[in-house]
């Protein structure tokens, strides 16, 4: 699939049929990802592939890390079950220069944008997230990952289970046009 028709296709989709998606096809995803511009090629990116038990094994680990908060509990779970795969992309953070760490960050939203074509490319649907669920200690423990590194991203992908929304008509983008002669 050409890119420009993957980047106007791609929408995202938040429920998912239990169909699964194979190793080899999120291989492939991953990496389309680690292929982004990265500053300084830093690699700063880390991604955690969930499937099957493991994803209810982090749901447990995050619930059980929430107890005294039974509503955010529930809803880390029915999140991080809701595909039958969740790449968790993630920002390891190995540099004291907020300029590299801000860059970092932007080459881990590349790499999960590259992703996210990559999906539409491959006939998958997929939804980045964030939220709350991005923050919790248990999260990034459960994946070993350091309590400074930062979740940039769930992506979770499968195949839509409903009808979704439809491509864009257009996109709306403030632009302003200067030294053109058409
Ligand atoms: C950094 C980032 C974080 C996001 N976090 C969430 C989220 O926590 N929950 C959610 O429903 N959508 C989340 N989204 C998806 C956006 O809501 C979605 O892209 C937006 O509504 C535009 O729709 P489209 O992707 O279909 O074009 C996130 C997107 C980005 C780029």
Redesign the pocket.
């Known amino acids: 699939m050409d890119v420009l028709d993957a980047i106007h296709a791609?929408?995202?989709?938040?429920t998912f049929s239990d169909r699964p998606v194979g190793r080899d096809v999120v291989a492939r995803l991953i990496d389309a990802a680690a292929r982004a511009p990265n500053h300084h090629e830093t690699r700063p990116w880390h991604f955690s592939v969930l499937a099957g038990e493991a994803r209810r094994e982090m749901a447990d680990a995050v619930a059980a890390s929430l107890s005294d908060a039974p509503g955010a509990a529930r809803a880390a779970k029915q999140k991080l079950l809701r595909a039958p795969v969740v790449v968790v992309v993630a920002q390891r953070r190995g540099s004291d220069d907020p300029t590299i760490d801000l860059e970092d960050y932007a080459a881990c939203?590349c790499a999960?944008?590259n992703l996210?074509l990559a999906a539409q490319a491959e006939g998958l649907d997929a939804?980045?997230?964030?939220?709350k669920?991005?923050t919790y200690p248990a999260a990034k423990a459960h994946l070993g990952l350091d309590p400074e590194d930062r979740i940039?991203?769930?992506v979770y992908l499968g195949q839509r289970s409903a009808k979704g929304?439809a491509p864009?008509e257009e996109a709306e983008a403030a632009v302003e046009w200067r030294g053109f002669d058409d």
């Open positions: 791609r929408r995202t989709v938040g939203c999960t944008q996210l939804k980045w997230s964030t939220g669920l991005a940039v991203a769930y929304p864009r």
